[in-house]
Nanobody, 125 residues
Framework: QVQLVESGGGLVQAGGSLRLSCAASGGTFSSYVMGWFRQAPGKEREFVASISRGGGITEYADSVKGRFTISRDNAKNTVYVQMNSLKPEDTAVYYC??????????????????WGQGTQVTVSS
């Protein structure tokens, strides 16, 4: 079983950038598809981005395409999401997740087997 710990959240002004990290332990990181999701107050958890086991296939929600970049370093057991041109509507708790079954990412939360505790991102206007 893999444990996931997110970091890098914080408060940033609109137009700014943040990079979130998710460190994995307890499993074979390179065998997991990884995803990022977010949940704003009063809203359902939504897909942000995913990355295949080797990092060659990435997918993004339309709302973040062109602004966010997901990447992974299998040697460091870490997945990242670089978030640029942040908007107030990006404010949410961001979660990373691991999928042990598929070869590439999907955009629905119940496909993922393991979840981190989340890190808060707040974008002020």
């Amino acid at each position: 079983q893999v444990q996931l710990v997110e970091s890098g959240g914080g408060l940033v002004q609109a137009g700014g950038s943040l990079r979130l990290s998710c460190a994995a332990s307890g499993g074979t990181f390179s065998s997991y598809v990884m995803g990022w999701f977010r949940q704003a107050p009063g809203k359902e958890r939504e897909f942000v981005a995913s990355i295949s086991r080797g990092g060659g296939i990435t997918e993004y929600a339309d709302s973040v395409k062109g602004r966010f970049t997901i990447s992974r370093d299998n040697a460091k057991n870490t997945v990242y999401v670089q978030m640029n041109s942040l908007k107030p509507e990006d404010t949410a708790v961001y979660y990373c997740a691991a999928d042990r079954q598929r070869n590439y990412g999907v955009n629905y939360a119940n496909a993922y087997d393991y979840w981190g505790q989340g890190t808060q991102v707040t974008v002020s206007s």
